[in-house]
């Protein structure tokens, strides 16, 4: 990996799939206390991307945003976007969909996601479509 950033300049593009993928288990694990070995759920990535606006220079420190856009009944989609440290131009915006399901079958819960991993997700949902529905609706 070395090699390629110093040879660029940049960082490669499946860095950015890396570094999403970090930052949302990051937050699933702290956050949710989500584990991966012996949690009865687990949480199927459904779809992916990155959007690229710019390139950050290797080896600059970066900065990275994460938020919920949609909280589904047993779904959720995340989004981050990366910023090269000190700059206000977004240098890619990316994602994925989570489907949450049984670890035993693979199906999802008629019961939907846990209660306090809703509950820790939820403050992610500031300022989306989805919060701002739910706030007209009151």
Request: charged share 25%; proline share 6%; net charge negative.
């Amino acid at each position: 990996m070395r090699a390629d950033n110093d040879m660029f300049h940049h960082l490669n593009n499946p860095i950015y799939g890396v570094l999403i993928d970090s930052i949302i288990n990051d937050y699933l694990i702290k956050k949710c206390g989500y584990n991966t070995s012996n949690y009865p759920r687990t949480a199927l990535v459904a779809n992916t991307y990155c959007d690229y606006f710019g390139s950050t220079q290797y080896p600059s420190m970066l900065e990275v945003g994460l938020r919920v856009v949609k909280l589904g009944k047993n779904s959720v989609m995340y989004e981050c976007g990366i910023f090269e440290e000190g700059t206000e131009q977004v240098k890619a915006v990316g994602g994925f969909v989570q489907i949450w399901v049984r670890r035993e079958d693979n199906r999802p819960p008629p019961e939907g996601l846990e209660p306090r991993v809703r509950k820790a997700l939820e403050p992610l949902l500031e300022g989306s479509e989805q919060a701002a529905e739910q706030k007209s609706k009151l």
